[in-house]
């Protein structure tokens, strides 16, 4: 291949990738955030606890991460179809990641939210707070460097799962990656596209990793 | 008048993997609207259980908490937010918002209460100057002193100007010269707004400074109750006894063999200076003999004094009296020997 | 591993696609143990993983692929594997989906074609045929749709995962298909394709799918007694009744 | 297909999948573990800040992060030839499981860490704690709630990793669900598969989390 | 001989978002081996963040602190965590360990100093017999008092004997007669081992009862040091006496136009039943007059005293003196109107 269709090839896969990631996972996060949060209200020593709900939605959880993510894709076909209009190319793509990644959203959430200390909770309490109000301005920003640090591990695994996007005709980086390198042994391809990848992770993690640091008001000095 | 608090049978057990524990044991008490009420008692008698039990933080496991007569258990759940947003409490462990900067802490209540922003932002301005950190208002909880978060969570306490506040330890963290400031400000907003206190201390000099009622708690039960000043000057049970007379008193050394002979020649004022000399430096001495008279203000006469053996006291209450334009001489078997 | 399947020259080891291949080998085990063969067959999704396996020695012959891959991954990874026999072919087939005119194909149709190597460049091939864009020529057996030179009327190329491609048809005016997928999906490939490699076609001939074993093992009594029964009356009569023309039996 | 069959097929399935994923875990654990450790205490605020192995270490695991699985799977088929003797079936796919999971797992444990109280660490050190019975005996058992949390949510995503398996004839759940619900059309035993995946997902999940409950120490009563 | 801890120009600044903050201002300090030293300061002047400075918790950002001579700037890391394990601290806000109980929280310090499992368990044992909580040995600290919590952190660091013991408000969150305990506890420490105590409070009296040296910290200088009875005897600066007297005492009512007159019979024994009526219930009398005899240790004579007009206090003044056989008579402009 030339060098100027490679670069390209991949300057496309990236905007994809990105695309896709960036895209799947704010909408993920719309969905698995209050999924995450519910999963924390409701438990039995929760802000509001409703053992029925929680328990549904625990099993609705794992029922998502439950499946392969290949037959989501085509499970969803229908949805997909519904929601953008094709159900293929990138942004087909994703509708299923969102479906994918959202309970593993709400996984990691539930995990943050689980690490915030009782007694700020109990402050809050005190002051007679709605469990909305302690989400929001206890649980939430009491937990924003673990959250932050989530958000950063979702992206990537989101970024991960992207990879698949070949399937429904997504392109991007994993696709290329694996069209090339894997079924058409250039193996040269591959490890460019690899590198672009890891620039890709890097960066997301590194912004991340900055973000909780700056923000985290914990530490002494 | 309906108490504004009253607990009926109220008792607290806690379930433990070690077996169950009873923190509160048929507690009944009232507390009337404007009044400071202290809770005293040994540590892990319950006292912090049974404030808590004030705003139901803790849940009683039997009996009735009653806010100005309406049982907090028969509330749903939007009336009891509704009647917590009246109590302010001040948390043993402070229980600041890691992630906030102090004046925002302060803001915290009032966010809640609903109060507009820049309304919240200059109340919590106020408070702050009060409690003596404008310079820490950026500053972070973890970037604080003990005694600074203390104050942060006494501000953050009075912001929404609740009707009951609920202090545990509230000076615990504070020096003397703080401490005092603190409860002046207590004392204060009860006798401007009403505000109903409810104070636990181990410092009986708080007790004594600012309540009126005061409760014993001993090993969840409530042992002795009524105003601070019976209980204070009447105490019953051993407990209170051990808790109200400061027994440290006695482990100071009694007087020994050295007598001073105290003159006041007209240049002090007429004040309980032996008094305060007993009181600030803590000597137990001996009054061997006085004639004291006040004229026009000013003290005269003399006293003799069986001074401690100790050196460190004796010279301590002397340096204390000398300070104060009061003579003392040394006596020996009470013949004069010279000044200091 | 694999020396202990080579120490046994009564067990012969297969790596296999699921379908149809697994399957046919599955057909043939009976006979194979009448031969006094036991058969073992390991099922793969994916096709490189397989090549790798044998060439490893770690199973005795593969079966997935056609010749052109095969010499594809030989020229790629220097190996030295060798087709035994043709086994079957599967004919690609163009199906209609929301168009139904191949002749009068309209501007910026879209077309899937399969995205994996052994097929897409097949699929790419049998457009060309049918005169629909013409590919570079040294576009070989990994051209993909960067390889189209000529597109007069301007199709957009969609490429999808094979099995994905029965899904979506009606949201392109045409796929083309391998037989196993169409028949999967509810197609006839005698009747649903519009235009398809004929059974004595070049094509049929390139893309028959093969045994692949090591060099030295292409005389090797399992392997002749493997291809025996695979090429077989019984054989090819399960394949015919089995796949309805969508898998073809190779003479 | 006969119901008898089916049955085997998935009891197969089943503890493949089992198989796969719980050994995969165990192992990642054991790269991963030690990975989220070093990156947590060579930070530039940590126990042993070593800035510059922190960064070579950050950029593996993202590195490790990047590699879509399918190509991790073939790039890594020497290496599991050469541990486990072939490089196809269930073992097989437990190589590159753990080489993509330990990563991941090292950025859930350093998310993990991140969380334990400044406080207790400092009581450590102020006892003349060693970096070493630090990580020991204070780090790991006070995010151990987190960690077992953590722990849950690696297991099921490593379990989805699983279901391609089939690209090296590894077998499992995920694989019968692809290959007869994906390729195949079999939607029925594609059902049947998911719902067993959903059991086994429900289980590691409830033991998790009972685990976690179980041990946590924080909360009162 | 060397000082054990030693401080040469030591300064240390937090550099925050908000400016830097110089917490520390060349402090220059030196504590002899077997000292009990107090530290003593308004909230936020530094307390805290000079002790952390003893154990290299808090690095100085400029000047030595030397430990037994050696300066812990220099060592590597193993020096200072052997240093380390001979300095025992008592935190602020406590710092155990949320997931071990109260037993492992002691024992915690010992597995690191690398004692036997049992050895440590039975450490563990007797500390928590000492400081009364044996019958919580195993529960965990989320399921504590805050007092409760304290005492679990001075038994933690007792547990490996250091020599040096840091206690950064070690009492504050303990009741009168518990704190007694624990300082009759430090006291005897101090004198079996020579144990040397660095103890931060806001309690004068516990600075009183048990240290020898004394420091004052204020706004990070060290504006006050030396022997405890040259500081309290005869503080300097304005922030010493205003920590040193009690303030409280002034505030107290003072005498007013009630005068009883205290009859000592022989039936109470000759000791400063005064002294101690002022000192345990804090009044303020004024002594107009007295004539006392010691006859074979019982006390003989009489005394005029002019009592506030607050009721409590004086009626609480009056039932202390009763309940130690002292007669008590109201007097009206020294004459005699009734007994109590
Ligand atoms: N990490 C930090 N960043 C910024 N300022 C700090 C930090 N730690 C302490 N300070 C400031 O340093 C000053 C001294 O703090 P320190 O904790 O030593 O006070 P202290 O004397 O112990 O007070 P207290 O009696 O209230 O505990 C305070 O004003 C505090 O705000
Ligand atoms: N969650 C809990 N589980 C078990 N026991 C508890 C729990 N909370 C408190 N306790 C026990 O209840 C008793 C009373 O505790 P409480 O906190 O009310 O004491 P306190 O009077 O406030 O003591 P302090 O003065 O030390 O703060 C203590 O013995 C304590 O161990
Ligand atoms: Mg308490
Ligand atoms: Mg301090």
Same mark, same amino acid.
């Given at each position: 291949?030339?060098?100027?269709?490679?670069?390209?090839?991949?300057?496309?896969?990236?905007?994809?990738?990105?695309?896709?990631?960036?895209?799947?996972?704010?909408?993920?996060?719309?969905?698995?955030?209050?999924?995450?949060?519910?999963?924390?209200?409701?438990?039995?020593?929760?802000?509001?606890?409703?053992?029925?709900?929680?328990?549904?939605?625990?099993?609705?959880?794992?029922?998502?991460?439950?499946?392969?993510?290949?037959?989501?894709?085509?499970?969803?076909?229908?949805?997909?179809?519904?929601?953008?209009?094709?159900?293929?190319?990138?942004?087909?793509?994703?509708?299923?990641?969102?479906?994918?990644?959202?309970?593993?959203?709400?996984?990691?959430?539930?995990?943050?939210?689980?690490?915030?200390?009782?007694?700020?909770?109990?402050?809050?309490?005190?002051?007679?707070?709605?469990?909305?109000? =302690?989400? &929001?301005? %206890? $649980?939430?920003?009491?937990?924003?460097?673990?959250?932050? #640090? !989530?958000?950063? @591990?979702?992206?990537? +695994?989101?970024?991960?799962?992207?990879?698949?996007?070949?399937?429904?005709?997504?392109?991007?980086?994993?696709?290329?990656?694996?069209?090339?390198?894997?079924?058409?042994?250039?193996?040269?391809?591959?490890? =460019?596209? &690899?590198? %672009? $990848?890891?620039?890709?992770?890097?960066?997301?993690?590194? #912004? !991340?990793?900055? @973000?909780?640091?700056? +923000?985290?008001?914990?530490?002494?000095? | 008048?309906?108490?504004?608090?009253?607990?009926?049978?109220?008792?607290?057990?806690?379930?433990?993997?070690?077996?169950?524990?009873?923190?509160?044991?048929?507690?009944?008490?009232?507390?009337?609207?404007?009044?400071?009420?202290?809770?005293?008692?040994?540590?892990?008698?319950?006292?912090?259980?049974?404030?808590?039990?004030?705003?139901?933080?803790?849940?009683?496991?039997?009996?009735?908490?009653?806010?100005?007569?309406?049982?907090?258990?028969?509330?749903?759940?939007?009336?009891?937010?509704?009647?917590?947003?009246?109590?302010?409490?001040?948390?043993?462990?402070?229980?600041?918002?890691?992630?906030?900067?102090?004046?925002?802490?302060?803001?915290?209540?009032?966010?809640?209460?609903?109060?507009?922003?820049?309304?919240?932002?200059?109340?919590?301005?106020?408070?702050?100057?009060?409690?003596?950190?404008?310079?820490?208002?950026?500053?972070?909880?973890?970037?604080?002193?003990?005694?600074?978060?203390?104050?942060?969570?006494?501000?953050?306490?009075?912001?929404?100007?609740?009707?009951?506040?609920?202090?545990?330890?509230?000076?615990?963290?504070?020096?003397?010269?703080?401490?005092?400031?603190?409860?002046?400000?207590?004392?204060?907003?009860?006798?401007?707004?009403?505000?109903?206190?409810?104070?636990?201390?181990?410092?009986?000099?708080?007790?004594?400074?600012?309540?009126?009622?005061?409760?014993?708690?001993?090993?969840?039960?409530?042992?002795?109750?009524?105003?601070?000043?019976?209980?204070?000057?009447?105490?019953?049970?051993?407990?209170?006894?051990?808790?109200?007379?400061?027994?440290?008193?006695?482990?100071?050394?009694?007087?020994?063999?050295?007598?001073?002979?105290?003159?006041?020649?007209?240049?002090?004022?007429?004040?309980?200076?032996?008094?305060?000399?007993?009181?600030?430096?803590?000597?137990?001495?001996?009054?061997?003999?006085?004639?004291?008279?006040?004229?026009?203000?000013?003290?005269?006469?003399?006293?003799?004094?069986?001074?401690?053996?100790?050196?460190?006291?004796?010279?301590?209450?002397?340096?204390?009296?000398?300070?104060?334009?009061?003579?003392?001489?040394?006596?020996?078997?009470?013949?004069?020997?010279?000044?200091? | 591993?694999?020396?202990?399947?080579?120490?046994?020259?009564?067990?012969?080891?297969?790596?296999?696609?699921?379908?149809?291949?697994?399957?046919?080998?599955?057909?043939?085990?009976?006979?194979?143990?009448?031969?006094?063969?036991?058969?073992?067959?390991?099922?793969?999704?994916?096709?490189?993983?397989?090549?790798?396996?044998?060439?490893?020695?770690?199973?005795?012959?593969?079966?997935?692929?056609?010749?052109?891959?095969?010499?594809?991954?030989?020229?790629?990874?220097?190996?030295?594997?060798?087709?035994?026999?043709?086994?079957?072919?599967?004919?690609?087939?163009?199906?209609?989906?929301?168009?139904?005119?191949?002749?009068?194909?309209?501007?910026?149709?879209?077309?899937?074609?399969?995205?994996?190597?052994?097929?897409?460049?097949?699929?790419?091939?049998?457009?060309?045929?049918?005169?629909?864009?013409?590919?570079?020529?040294?576009?070989?057996?990994?051209?993909?749709?960067?390889?189209?030179?000529?597109?007069?009327?301007?199709?957009?190329?969609?490429?999808?995962?094979?099995?994905?491609?029965?899904?979506?048809?009606?949201?392109?005016?045409?796929?083309?298909?391998?037989?196993?997928?169409?028949?999967?999906?509810?197609?006839?490939?005698?009747?649903?394709?519009?235009?398809?490699?004929?059974?004595?076609?070049?094509?049929?001939?390139?893309?028959?799918?093969?045994?692949?074993?090591?060099?030295?093992?292409?005389?090797?009594?399992?392997?002749?007694?493997?291809?025996?029964?695979?090429?077989?009356?019984?054989?090819?009569?399960?394949?015919?009744?089995?796949?309805?023309?969508?898998?073809?039996?190779?003479?």
């Amino acid at each position: 291949m030339e060098t100027q269709e490679l670069i390209k090839m991949l300057a496309e896969g990236s905007v994809d990738t990105l695309y896709m990631t960036l895209v799947s996972t704010a909408l993920a996060y719309v969905i698995g955030f209050p999924m995450g949060i519910a999963l924390i209200v409701t438990r039995k020593d929760g802000l509001k606890p409703m053992p029925a709900v929680n328990r549904i939605l625990d099993i609705f959880v794992n029922i998502l991460r439950s499946i392969p993510f290949l037959i989501l894709l085509i499970a969803v076909t229908p949805l997909t179809k519904l929601i953008v209009g094709k159900s293929y190319g990138s942004t087909a793509t994703i509708v299923p990641l969102v479906i994918a990644a959202a309970p593993f959203i709400a996984r990691m959430i539930e995990s943050s939210l689980l690490e915030v200390e009782h007694g700020v909770v109990e402050a809050a309490l005190s002051m007679g707070a709605s469990p909305l109000k =302690i989400i &929001v301005k %206890v $649980l939430i920003p009491e937990a924003k460097t673990s959250l932050i #640090v !989530g958000c950063t @591990i979702a992206l990537s +695994t989101i970024l991960g799962y992207s990879a698949m996007a070949g399937v429904v005709a997504g392109g991007g980086l994993g696709d290329i990656a694996i069209r090339y390198g894997y079924h058409r042994y250039q193996t040269d391809i591959m490890l =460019i596209t &690899v590198i %672009v $990848l890891v620039l890709i992770v890097q960066i997301l993690q590194e #912004v !991340g990793m900055q @973000i909780s640091k700056r +923000t985290d008001k914990r530490v002494r000095g | 008048m309906n108490p504004i608090v009253e607990f009926k049978n109220v008792s607290k057990t806690f379930y433990t993997k070690n077996g169950p524990f009873q923190a509160l044991n048929q507690i009944n008490l009232a507390i009337q609207e404007g009044d400071i009420f202290g809770i005293i008692g040994l540590s892990g008698a319950g006292k912090s259980t049974l404030v808590r039990c004030i705003n139901y933080l803790e849940v009683p496991t039997e009996g009735e908490v009653r806010i100005a007569g309406r049982d907090l258990g028969k509330m749903n759940q939007k009336e009891l937010r509704r009647q917590r947003q009246e109590i302010g409490m001040i948390f043993q462990n402070f229980n600041l918002l890691m992630q906030r900067n102090v004046l925002d802490n302060i803001c915290f209540p009032l966010e809640i209460a609903g109060v507009k922003k820049a309304d919240a932002r200059k109340r919590a301005e106020e408070l702050l100057e009060i409690v003596g950190l404008s310079d820490k208002a950026k500053s972070y909880p973890s970037q604080l002193s003990g005694g600074q978060k203390q104050r942060v969570a006494i501000a953050r306490a009075l912001a929404t100007n609740p009707k009951i506040l609920l202090c545990d330890e509230a000076t615990s963290a504070l020096d003397p010269t703080t401490t005092k400031a603190i409860l002046a400000l207590l004392k204060e907003i009860n006798q401007k707004f009403k505000i109903t206190i409810v104070i636990i201390t181990h410092e009986m000099a708080v007790v004594e400074e600012i309540c009126n009622q005061v409760a014993i708690v001993d090993a969840g039960k409530l042992v002795e109750t009524g105003s601070a000043t019976d209980v204070f000057s009447k105490p019953q049970t051993e407990i209170a006894k051990q808790l109200v007379y400061k027994e440290e008193a006695n482990q100071l050394e009694v007087g020994g063999k050295r007598y001073v002979r105290v003159v006041f020649d007209g240049n002090s004022s007429f004040e309980p200076a032996i008094a305060d000399m007993i009181l600030n430096c803590r000597v137990r001495v001996n009054i061997m003999g006085a004639d004291m008279k006040n004229i026009d203000g000013k003290a005269y006469g003399q006293m003799i004094l069986q001074m401690p053996d100790e050196d460190v006291k004796a010279q301590q209450a002397i340096h204390y009296l000398e300070e104060r334009n009061i003579i003392v001489e040394e006596v020996t078997a009470h013949g004069n020997t010279g000044t200091h | 591993g694999g020396k202990e399947n080579k120490a046994d020259d009564k067990t012969i080891t297969v790596a296999a696609s699921p379908t149809p291949h697994a399957e046919i080998l599955e057909a043939a085990k009976d006979l194979l143990k009448e031969k006094g063969y036991t058969l073992e067959i390991k099922e793969f999704d994916d096709y490189p993983q397989q090549n790798v396996v044998v060439d490893e020695g770690e199973f005795d012959a593969n079966y997935f692929q056609h010749q052109p891959y095969l010499d594809n991954f030989n020229e790629e990874k220097g190996s030295d594997l060798v087709s035994a026999a043709k086994i079957h072919y599967e004919p690609l087939g163009i199906y209609p989906g929301a168009s139904k005119d191949l002749e009068n194909i309209k501007d910026g149709a879209k077309i899937a074609v399969p995205n994996d190597a052994t097929n897409e460049a097949r699929a790419l091939l049998l457009l060309e045929e049918n005169g629909i864009i013409t590919l570079k020529e040294d576009a070989g057996l990994n051209a993909t749709k960067k390889d189209v030179e000529e597109n007069p009327h301007n199709i957009e190329i969609v490429e999808l995962d094979a099995a994905q491609i029965a899904r979506v048809v009606e949201e392109l005016d045409f796929v083309v298909l391998n037989g196993n997928y169409a028949l999967d999906a509810g197609f006839n490939v005698q009747t649903d394709a519009i235009a398809k490699e004929e059974a004595d076609s070049e094509a049929a001939q390139t893309y028959a799918n093969i045994i692949a074993v090591k060099k030295e093992n292409k005389d090797s009594e399992k392997i002749k007694a493997l291809v025996e029964v695979l090429q077989s009356e019984e054989i090819g009569k399960f394949i015919t009744d089995t796949y309805e023309g969508a898998v073809v039996p190779m003479k």
